[in-house]
């Protein structure tokens, strides 16, 4: 059979082929169609694992709540022991009501920075460390401001430290009988040698005990003068030169004790190299 052509066309079609159309273009969109169903299974997965995750988070934090409830209010972390060491003018039990510490307390619910603050808001409390030993212990250490002297102000009677700080108003309780400190304006730069004088007087370095000084004057003119009541004697100490004013008046003190003229001295002065001894004047006997 003879094949027909058509002259002027691109091509020629054999009268056996098909006219259907070809299958080409059922395979390009296949290609399509199989990316857009990776891209689902993909975004499946990532949604499958969040679900998952978010369950084992919540599974997590629902444990550790109940994990956290069961250790607060288990018998096994009550607190046994509490033991406290530094404290001198305050009891232990006054210690334990400022911290709020109580036998049986559970030892995990105890904050330990809140019992620190509570603690350090006495004014007798210098530095305090709580530690907890689980399950049942707390040790706490303290470090107590010292009192050294009565100081008044605006008519109210003070502890004060070393160096003339206020520490809290002298009360009935735990009564500590001190010398008396007086501060005139334009000394306050002296107050810095006054715990320097007291650790002198301790040591020894003056034939005199701390405990016979009734008060302290610091002044401008007189620098650091003690008053000791049980003699009527005011010994008082230059700031310049200090080291040197103090061992000349130590000196004069020794020599006055060896003759026994203690008795007559009213005041010594060490300033500017020297020492001057002011006596009373003895009325003649009748």
């Known amino acids: 059979m003879a094949l027909k052509l058509n002259k002027g066309k691109r091509s020629a079609r054999n009268t056996y082929s098909s006219t259907g159309k070809s299958s080409v273009p059922r395979l390009r969109s296949l290609r399509f169609v199989l990316p857009a169903a990776r891209n689902f299974k993909g975004v ?3 949604i499958v694992c969040a679900v998952v995750g978010a369950a084992l988070l919540l599974a997590l934090c629902v444990g550790t709540l109940r994990l956290y ?4 209010t288990s018998p096994f972390f009550a607190t046994k022991h509490v033991d ?10 006054m210690v334990l009501e ?7 307390e559970n030892s995990l619910a105890v904050s330990i920075a809140k019992v620190e603050r509570s603690l350090l808001s006495s004014p007798w409390v ?3 460390s709580v530690k907890r030993l689980l399950p049942d212990r707390f040790v706490i250490k303290l470090r107590e401001r010292t009192p050294s002297f009565w100081i008044r102000k605006d008519g109210v009677l003070y ?3 070393t160096q003339g700080a206020i520490i809290a108003p002298v009360e009935s309780a735990h009564f500590l009988s001190l010398p008396t400190l007086e501060v005139e304006p334009g000394t306050e ?9 007291i650790k002198d007087l301790q040591d020894g370095q003056l034939p005199v005990e701390f405990g016979a000084v009734s008060g302290i004057n610091i002044s401008p003119g007189r620098g650091v003068e003690l008053y000791l009541e049980d003699r009527d004697m005011r010994l008082s100490v230059a700031t310049d030169d200090w080291r040197g004013n103090l061992d000349r008046l130590g000196i004069t003190l020794g020599d006055l004790a060896r003759r026994n003229e203690l008795g007559i001295v009213r005041e010594v002065r060490a300033a500017d190299g020297n020492v001057w001894v002011i006596t009373a004047i003895e009325e003649p006997e009748r």
């Open 126 to 128: 210098e530095e305090v």
């Open 189 to 197: 730069d002296v107050l810095h040698r006054l715990g320097e004088f």
């Open 44 to 46: 499946l997965g990532i």
């Open 159 to 161: 502890y004060a430290d």
């Open 98 to 104: 400022l911290a709020g510490l109580a036998i049986g």
């Open 69 to 72: 409830r069961f250790a607060t």
């Open 84 to 93: 406290v060491t530094g404290n001198v003018r305050m009891t232990r039990d």
